[in-house]
């Protein structure tokens, strides 16, 4: 924190440098320099005047007060990204994060805030006052409306349908689904076992994947899947293996609801002494980091989350400088990701 020191009942003391020791060093009135911080429009002051203020501030090594600037522009530099009671899995973390380096260079922040009944968005917003509000769950229209009559930008990009809140669809997770199917048909499966997570955290985005799989299946001519929760357990991941070969119709393939589990999968599978893909092929979600390093290397469906975060980030930006929000991206921005384990 830029300082000074002083002496106080015989101590040195630190204080912060203020707009009026600026104003004391570049020789004018601190009108002058609130007028230089702010670019305040109609004042004549001159460019020279303008580079003594900012040479002053140097020399000091001052900087504005945060929250005195937001009070003065009515919110922060804040952007409030909100979300539910959700687990922080690679796809999250790694949008949470794309969204802090993509809003840094325009000098904005992104503080990361879980609403819930005790913590309601309407307490949160008013009482950070960010720049900007950006929900993955959609926002009641009222609550909406009244962010927006506070100047507070609202973005929001459904990551699962919601016939109560405003956004736009960004990520299909029945596609995601139909997808790991119709890539396990076309290499010639056709009895599916779907490895469903324990979280009842995701219980609406594992229904909204197992949807898109019995769908693609009947669409397919396939057989329904065989659906087994499999919790994070190496015990219980070899379990669900053997049982899905033990079958009337051996399962062949695996649906993951997600890479993690999918590695659950692959380790069970070689306690037991099978392999992938001979013995069960498996596909996950999310194309996680270690993906590629997995035994054998994960085929997956990739998110392509660098989409939502060019979205994201160009919506945030022009919805706080007045301008006309991008175009969403397409829900089809899910890819297949092919290695050997499917």
């Known amino acids: 924190m830029p300082s000074s020191s002083t002496r106080i009942g015989g101590k040195r003391t630190q204080r912060r440098t203020t707009a009026t020791d600026v104003a004391r060093e570049a020789g004018v009135s601190q009108a002058t320099v609130s007028y230089v911080l702010n670019d305040t429009p109609g004042q004549t002051i001159s460019e020279e005047t303008r580079q003594r203020v900012r040479a002053a501030m140097d020399r000091l090594g001052y900087?504005?007060?945060?929250?005195?600037?937001?009070?003065?522009?009515?919110?922060?530099?804040?952007?409030?990204?909100?979300?539910?009671?959700?687990?922080?899995g690679a796809a999250l973390a790694a949008l949470i994060e794309g969204l802090t380096d993509g809003l840094e260079p325009h000098g904005l922040s992104v503080l990361t805030r879980r609403t819930s009944a005790a913590r309601p968005l309407a307490g949160l917003w008013r009482s950070l006052a960010p720049a900007a509000v950006v929900s993955l769950e959609g926002v009641d229209p009222v609550e909406s409306h009244a962010m927006t009559e506070s100047g507070v930008s609202v973005i929001s990009a459904l990551l699962r349908p919601s016939?109560?809140?405003?956004?736009?669809?960004?990520?299909?997770?029945?596609?995601?689904?139909?997808?790991?199917?119709?890539?396990?048909?076309?290499t010639g499966h056709r009895h599916i076992g779907y490895a469903a997570p324990a979280d009842p955290r995701v219980a609406i985005f594992r229904d909204l994947r197992l949807d898109g799989v019995r769908t693609a299946s009947l669409e397919l001519g396939l057989d329904q899947p065989s659906v087994r929760v499999v919790p994070m357990d190496l015990a219980?991941?070899?379990?669900?293996?053997?049982?899905?070969?033990?079958?009337?119709?051996?399962?062949?393939?695996?649906?993951?609801?997600?890479?993690?589990?999918?590695?659950?999968?692959?380790?069970?599978?070689?306690?037991?002494g099978?392999?992938?893909?001979?013995?069960?092929?498996?596909?996950?979600?999310?194309?996680i980091p270690l993906a590629p390093f997995a035994s054998p290397p994960l085929t997956t469906i990739s998110q392509n989350t660098d989409v939502l975060v060019?979205?994201?980030?160009?919506?945030?930006?022009?919805?706080?400088?007045?301008?006309?929000p991008p175009r969403p991206p397409r829900s089809e921005a899910a890819t297949l990701v092919v290695r050997e384990s499917a």
Not at 239 to 265: G, H, I, M, Q
Not at 310 to 318: D, M, P, R
Request: net charge negative.
């Open 236 to 272: 219980a991941a070899a379990e669900a293996v053997l049982a899905w070969r033990a079958e009337d119709s051996p399962v062949t393939a695996v649906c993951a609801y997600n890479d993690d589990l999918a590695f659950a999968l692959l380790a069970g599978m070689r306690c037991v």
């Open 274 to 287: 099978l392999n992938a893909p001979d013995d069960l092929a498996v596909i996950g979600v999310d194309d």
């Open 63 to 88: 900087t504005p007060h945060a929250a005195a600037r937001a009070l003065r522009r009515g919110h922060s530099d804040a952007v409030l990204f909100v979300l539910p009671d959700w687990p922080l």
């Open 163 to 186: 016939p109560t809140a405003d956004g736009v669809l960004a990520v299909s997770h029945s596609l995601i689904g139909g997808l790991q199917v119709q890539h396990l048909a076309a």
């Open 310 to 324: 060019a979205y994201l980030t160009a919506a945030v930006v022009q919805s706080i400088a007045g301008g006309k």
